[in-house]
């Protein structure tokens, strides 16, 4: 059977180059992987009130996140962070206390960003994040990418200019995944 990847994209926008990435990234990995885009933007704001009775959207999510065996993350900045939907995400999917759904898989953080830096400031606060919820991410390499004409090209794949840059990342990705698994 494949391994289960779960996608979570942290822009909700429809033309997101984030969620373009995630697609081309998905497009580099092996057969034996699946990737799965998890849906965000159905989830409530967080409350903790609720911890006790969590919306059938987070349950969803937590099932979701649970089944897979890696996560990749793929984020825009936002204002030097990571934007504020993503991190409701992690906050509903860690809780409650002792219940998280993220602890122990491996991960991938990656984002294109219109800014020259490329998401590095996002993904160092993701990295943050991930660390307290005892999720290992890929170190090395890294992946700033800058979204400029010709990221991708007609089909939504990776452009010339970016593909063997993002090969490597994948192929780094998959063997981090097939290390924790
Ligand atoms: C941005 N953008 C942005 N870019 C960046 O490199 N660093 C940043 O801190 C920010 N801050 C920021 C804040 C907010 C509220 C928005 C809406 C945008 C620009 C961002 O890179 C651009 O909108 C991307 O297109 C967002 O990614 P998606 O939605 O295309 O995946």
Redesign the pocket.
């Known amino acids: 059977s494949k391994v289960q990847i779960a996608v979570i994209v942290g822009?909700l926008?429809k033309d997101?180059?984030?969620?373009k990435l995630a697609t081309a990234i998905e497009r580099l990995a092996p057969a034996d992987f699946q990737f799965t885009q998890l849906r965000i933007d159905d989830l409530p704001l967080y409350n903790q009130d609720d911890d006790g009775n969590q919306a059938a959207s987070v349950l969803r999510l937590k099932s979701e996140v649970k089944a897979a065996q890696g996560l990749l993350f793929v984020t825009?900045?936002?204002?030097?962070s990571i934007p504020g939907v993503l991190k409701n995400a992690l906050d509903h999917g860690s809780r409650p206390y002792g219940q998280s759904a993220w602890g122990g898989k491996p991960a991938g953080v990656i984002g294109?960003?219109?800014?020259a830096?490329g998401?590095a400031l996002a993904q160092q606060h993701l990295r943050n994040v991930l660390g307290y919820l005892d999720v290992p991410t890929l170190g090395q390499p890294e992946g700033f990418i800058h979204?400029k004409e010709g990221l991708f090209d007609a089909d939504g794949n990776v452009g010339e200019g970016s593909k063997k840059f993002l090969q490597g990342w994948v192929d780094a990705y998959v063997a981090w995944v097939k290390q924790h698994i």
């Open positions: 822009s926008r997101s180059f984030n969620r825009p900045e936002y204002n030097r294109a960003s219109v800014g830096i998401t979204a």
